[in-house]
């Protein structure tokens, strides 16, 4: 055998008894080794296990959430438009109840209207009714006079059932003197204290000079002259004729004791002026009753006019 070979050959030999002591040596060694490995293995295993286990929840739980999601806007999607319908149908029903309501109200307030005006009319017509009554009875009033004194005590009534303040004053010469008072508070107790110059009697002195109706509208006259009235206050005097003569003078306005006048319009001016008219032809034909006689149309107009002046004369000196 060659050497080479033999060498080899105690090589080989040498490297099997190595190797076999090696491994009979290193036997537990290895075991432990792939002990340990497998449980490094074992390990990762769990730990890729724990891993892929809590991606997957994740996944799930993502997946979840979405579905929730989607459901929770599809509900809210479904409850928006169930809002909206039902919020549709109220608007509908609140229009519909208000277009009745206003109907109603609208009705209801035509009715009151109507109702108001029919018990305006009412009024009014009571109240139209009322005053032709006064004046009816003024004017019967004025006819049963026998005296000139009972004129113009009859006149001084009706006046003060129609005006807030009514004063009848008869001329003495260029004076004027109270001869009945009303509204005109503790005056008219004591009319007779009156006694004024016409220049001083304001509108009254207008309606001796004119003959006419005298008012103070706009300023052309003061008040009465004996009596205060305020700006906002139209003061009216009629003067009562007798045969063209001016032998008293009825006054009267619109202020009440309260400050408050009365209602305009109103229709007392008119009914005064009748009044005084009226009282007029009472006294000429009371006059003419006493300056009857034998006497003709000449004598006899003189004799009225005479009998009228001297008649309002005695009654204001009385």
Not at 159 to 186: C, M, N, Q
Not at 221 to 239: K, N, Q, T, V, W
Not at 243 to 268: C, E, I, K, L, Q
Request: hydrophobic letters at 45%; aromatic letters at 2%.
């Amino acid at each position: 055998m060659a050497l080479e070979d033999r060498i080899r050959t105690s090589v080989d030999q040498a490297v099997q008894g190595l190797v076999s002591e090696f491994l009979s040596l290193n036997s537990d060694e290895v075991t432990r080794q792939v002990g340990e490995a497998e449980q490094r293995l074992q390990a990762e295993f769990e730990h890729k296990l724990t891993e892929l286990e809590e991606r997957h929840r994740e996944h799930l739980a993502e997946q979840l959430r979405d579905a929730v999601e989607a459901e929770a806007g599809r509900q809210l999607a479904e409850i928006q438009d169930q809002a909206e319908r039902q919020l549709a149908d109220a608007e509908a029903l609140a229009d519909e109840r208000l277009r009745t309501a206003v109907a109603e109200a609208e009705a209801r307030a035509i009715a009151s209207t109507q109702a108001s005006i029919a018990a305006a009319r009412v009024t009014e017509r009571e109240q139209e009714m009322a005053g032709i009554t006064r004046l009816v009875e003024s004017i019967r009033g004025l006819d049963g006079a026998t005296s000139l004194s009972e004129v113009l005590d009859a006149l001084a009534l009706a006046a003060a059932r129609e005006a807030a303040r009514a004063a009848v004053v008869v001329l003495k010469g260029d004076h004027i003197t109270g001869w009945r008072l009303s509204g005109f508070g503790p005056r008219d107790a004591q009319p007779k204290s009156i006694d004024l110059p016409l220049q001083d009697a304001g509108v009254i002195a207008m309606a001796v000079s004119s003959a006419r109706a005298a008012t103070t509208r706009n300023g052309a006259a003061d008040g009465p002259g004996f009596e205060h009235l305020p700006e906002d206050r139209m003061g009216m005097a009629i003067p009562v004729l007798v045969g063209g003569r001016v032998v008293a003078v009825v006054y009267a306005d619109g202020v009440t004791s309260d400050a408050n006048g009365y209602a305009v319009p109103s229709g007392w001016p008119e009914v005064i002026e009748v009044l005084a008219r009226h009282a007029g032809r009472c006294l000429e034909a009371l006059t003419a009753q006493k300056a009857a006689g034998p006497s003709t149309g000449g004598t006899r107009r003189s004799g009225t006019h005479a009998a009228a002046r001297t008649a309002a004369t005695s009654g204001a000196a009385g």
